[in-house]
């Protein structure tokens, strides 16, 4: 049984908002909003260096790269990745310099030197359609997986030759990998499954039942809990990462805004708030391995929830269908 007590430190969330082309920095302490930052067409997703001091967010719309100031809330460049489009994933690379990102065009994935704003490397096969990723720990190899169904590939990063791939297909919505660097979790929307793959092999380990439409995945810094969002059940599905058992289910149902309805900036009014629709999308595991938060479309609450217990800790509100969030 899980017995535990999410606690509330100082950090900031960074929320991306393409209704409005721009990022909401949240702290996570007064709850309230330091600043609205402008980013390119299209933000899709986010990127906190490995010092915590810039955030990375991927236009997908604009095929740019927004480099963000988190503790000025300010802009600092915009990298152009011409002739390469639609770029999705973001992931910083251990030296804190440079990232990868998945994009579509001539390569699947991208090296870009974010100081010089250039592109060092394209690795990969062409790509046609949207790809999501997960770095190895070692830094060696990029997991790659397609939302619109695919198999799933590991990629070398020295080279841009294929090291494994996975026997099955799967939708992947999501990937994230282990602490220890061993296991590959995925998300396989299509079939309502967790699955734990090997990370060296690309080899299938378990299928795990998950809740309705499985959308985000996120492993506690620990090791400990693998943590499920899903949609359309509203609830979060939390496993045990050594049993590979699911140990417990909480809903997202359970918290009712404070705030009342009002027009958000398309001028539309929410007349239904987390109590009564809530579409759990995102997940990130605090830092504390015993709570995270999670962002919610359409009513764009984000709650920081006790992962044993099942209880809001604080709730943060951002925009209408904010698109990703990360944490510093």
Request: proline content about 5%; hydrophobic content about 45%; aromatic content about 4%.
């Amino acid at each position: 049984m899980l017995t535990g007590q999410g606690v509330v430190r100082a950090g900031t969330l960074l929320v991306a908002e393409p209704g409005s082309n721009r990022l909401a920095i949240i702290d996570t302490t007064s709850g309230k909003r330091r600043a609205n930052v402008t980013s390119g067409d299209g933000p899709r997703d986010i990127a906190v260096s490995p010092d915590g001091r810039l955030a990375l967010v991927s236009n997908y719309a604009g095929g740019t790269l927004s480099v963000i100031d988190i503790a000025h809330g300010q802009s600092r460049s915009i990298i152009q990745l011409a002739p390469m489009s639609k770029p999705l994933s973001v992931r910083w690379l251990a030296d804190g310099k440079r990232a990868i990102v998945t994009v579509q065009g001539a390569a699947s994935v991208v090296i870009v030197d974010v100081t010089s704003g250039q592109m060092t490397a394209r690795l990969g096969p062409a790509a046609k359609v949207e790809r999501r990723a997960a770095l190895s720990k070692d830094g060696k190899f990029v997991f790659l997986a397609e939302p619109a169904g695919g198999k799933i590939i590991k990629l070398s990063l020295a080279n841009g030759e294929t090291a494994a791939v996975s026997e099955n297909p799967a939708q992947a919505q999501a990937i994230a990998i282990s602490p220890d660097g061993a296991r590959l979790w995925v998300i396989d929307r299509g079939e309502d499954l967790v699955k734990v793959l090997d990370s060296g092999t690309l080899e299938l380990i378990a299928n795990l039942d998950s809740g309705n439409l499985p959308m985000a995945v996120a492993i506690t810094p620990n090791g400990r809990f693998a943590l499920v969002s899903n949609t359309l059940s509203a609830d979060i599905s939390v496993y045990d990462t050594a049993t590979l058992e699911q140990a417990r289910v909480f809903s997202t149902r359970s918290v009712a805004s404070n705030e009342p309805a009002k027009p958000d900036e398309y001028g539309l009014l929410e007349p239904k708030r987390l109590a009564q629709i809530s579409i759990p999308v995102a997940i990130i595991a605090a830092e504390d391995g015993l709570s995270a938060f999670v962002m919610n479309n359409f009513s764009g609450e984000i709650i920081r929830f006790d992962i044993f217990s099942g209880a809001a800790l604080r709730t943060y509100q951002s925009s209408y269908k904010p698109s990703a969030m990360a944490y510093s």
